[in-house]
């Protein structure tokens, strides 16, 4: 009898979380999103399906939340995690914008691209091979400098710009920290 109830629960609660992760996808009113690539991003592939604010990403964004008020003039790259399977865009990215722009912090969240590719739990490892995928690090590396280019317009100081991760995009935050000389 409690079957049928779960899977009814389970199948409300996975559509609710689609519809808040695709409404999180779209930034409000007042914040600036960028596609970070002119045209077709180095290293493009096929995604395995439709893109949407957090999945099979292959068009990656910034958006960028400046503060309302006091204004620092430092700003933080935010590069939310999710396995480069996916992105936990709201936890991980929207929320900790608002938290940054209500200390007076600009913050611009990324949207990277994410290959969706499966992790083997077999050979711990992903069919890449890769720890950072490249199109991921690529896409770091150009918002980086993207931001430095429109510090002015965006009231930010281009010596004040530091980098937050969460768990993948603690990776790319660990690359582009350590290896910023070797550009993709």
Known sequence: ?????????VL????AYAQTQSAASQPLPGHVQVSIWPSTPPDAQPAPGPQTGWTNIVRPTMTVYSPEGMNTRAAVVVFP???FEGLAINAEGTEVC???????????LLSYRVPSLPYDWHCKCRPDNLATPTPALEDAQRTM?????????????????????????????????????HRL
Request: hydrophobic share 45%; with cysteine; charged share 15%.
């Open 1 to 9: 009898m409690h079957k049928p109830i779960l899977v009814i629960f």
């Open 12 to 15: 409300v609660f996975a559509c």
């Open 81 to 83: 995690g999710g396995g």
């Open 98 to 108: 608002d938290w940054l722009t209500a200390k007076g912090i600009t913050c611009v």
């Open 145 to 181: 400098g993207l931001v430095r280019y429109h510090a002015d317009q965006w009231h930010v100081d281009p010596h004040k710009i530091g980098v937050l991760g969460f768990s993948a995009g603690g990776y790319l935050v660990a690359e582009i920290s350590t290896r910023y000389e």
